[in-house]
């Protein structure tokens, strides 16, 4: 999975796991202990109740590494639910477990507190992400080109300079000086022009195919329609459009294959 790809709600997400983990060891309730009495018999943490454990603390996290685990493989699914939407329902069951069991609780110690808190941010965060744009944004910001400024590089963040790279070299046997055809890929003999027909049909009318990035990792759908993604557009990496398709465009990615994107705000046109 591409780092890149988080968003600052997978950072939430990350961060409330960890929080929630640390607070399994904590007291789970407190202990009024009288001056020269042992009392370390009656101080349990959540490890010490398998149920408090599997249907709060680990269940969070599991529902943590889930949303995560979606990014790297958008599409699949657990009986029936998408992974983003598994991992967010055990989310809310640990949120729910959480506040009946602090409602419940006469003296609620440090863990249940943290743990609490934990698990608000942990549903928050996986409900929040898909809704709130502040959320959806990067959570890296990009490297620094090493050559700021360059015409054909993207705003946020230098790809490597392979495929999908529309950088300063001339096309094979362009003279000196001649502007590059746009869209063409380095390298190659008018590569905006022979990769349509790579992927099996020609783009529409005036279209002219051409070199652009993505802002996020986003999904690309099969031209088929289907409502599973066939790969995810990374950040940072130059892919190449070659067809108009209504409010979308036909993109082909590295590997030769070609979808839909759906969502094209925002993208950098090389």
Same mark, same amino acid.
């Given at each position: 999975?591409?780092?890149?790809?988080?968003?600052?709600?997978?950072?939430?997400?990350?961060?409330?796991?960890?929080?929630?983990?640390?607070?399994?060891?904590?007291?789970?309730?407190?202990?009024?202990?009288?001056?020269?009495?042992?009392?370390?018999?009656?101080?349990?943490? %959540?490890?010490?109740? @398998?149920? =408090? +454990?599997?249907? #709060?603390? *680990? /269940? &969070?996290?599991?529902? !943590?590494?889930? $949303?995560?685990?979606?990014?790297?493989?958008?599409?699949?699914?657990?009986?029936?639910?998408?992974?983003?939407?598994?991992?967010?329902?055990?989310?809310?069951?640990?949120?729910?477990?959480?506040?009946?069991?602090?409602?419940?609780?006469?003296?609620?110690? %440090?863990?249940?507190? @943290?743990? =609490? +808190?934990?698990? #608000?941010? *942990? /549903? &928050?965060?996986?409900? !929040?992400?898909? $809704?709130?744009?502040?959320?959806?944004?990067?959570?890296?910001?990009?490297?620094?080109?090493?050559?700021?400024?360059?015409?054909?590089?993207?705003?946020?963040?230098?790809?490597?300079?392979?495929?999908?790279?529309?950088?300063?070299?001339?096309?094979?046997? %362009?003279?000196?000086?001649?502007?590059?055809?746009?869209?063409?890929?380095?390298?190659?003999?008018?590569? !905006?022009?022979?990769?349509?027909?790579?992927?099996?049909?020609?783009?529409?009318?005036?279209?002219?195919?051409?070199?652009?990035?993505?802002?996020?990792?986003?999904?690309?759908?099969?031209?088929?329609?289907?409502?599973?993604?066939?790969?995810?557009?990374?950040?940072?990496?130059?892919?190449?459009?070659?067809?108009?398709?209504?409010?979308?465009?036909?993109?082909?990615?590295?590997?030769?294959?070609?979808?839909?994107?759906?969502?094209?705000?925002?993208?950098?046109?090389?």
């Amino acid at each position: 999975m591409n780092i890149r790809s988080l968003t600052r709600g997978d950072g939430v997400v990350i961060g409330a796991a960890v929080v929630l983990f640390i607070a399994s060891f904590l007291n789970l309730f407190g202990v009024d202990c009288p001056r020269g009495i042992d009392c370390s018999g009656y101080r349990s943490n %959540a490890w010490d109740s @398998l149920s =408090l +454990l599997m249907s #709060i603390y *680990l /269940a &969070g996290i599991i529902g !943590a590494a889930l $949303l995560i685990t979606s990014r790297a493989m958008p599409g699949r699914k657990v009986a029936g639910l998408d992974l983003a939407q598994f991992g967010a329902a055990f989310t809310v069951f640990a949120l729910w477990t959480m506040f009946w069991t602090i409602i419940d609780a006469s003296n609620a110690g %440090a863990g249940l507190i @943290l743990g =609490l +808190l934990a698990t #608000i941010a *942990l /549903a &928050g965060g996986a409900l !929040a992400t898909p $809704l709130v744009p502040a959320l959806k944004a990067p959570l890296m910001g990009a490297p620094r080109p090493a050559q700021p400024g360059h015409p054909g590089q993207p705003q946020f963040g230098q790809p490597s300079q392979g495929y999908g790279y529309p950088g300063a070299q001339q096309p094979y046997g %362009a003279q000196p000086g001649q502007p590059q055809p746009y869209g063409a890929q380095p390298g190659t003999p008018d590569a !905006a022009q022979q990769a349509p027909q790579t992927g099996g049909g020609a783009p529409s009318g005036d279209f002219t195919p051409f070199w652009f990035a993505v802002p996020v990792a986003r999904p690309l759908y099969g031209e088929d329609g289907a409502a599973t993604p066939i790969a995810e557009l990374a950040p940072g990496t130059w892919y190449l459009a070659v067809e108009q398709r209504g409010s979308g465009l036909i993109a082909q990615t590295q590997d030769g294959r070609r979808g839909v994107l759906q969502d094209t705000s925002g993208i950098q046109r090389g």
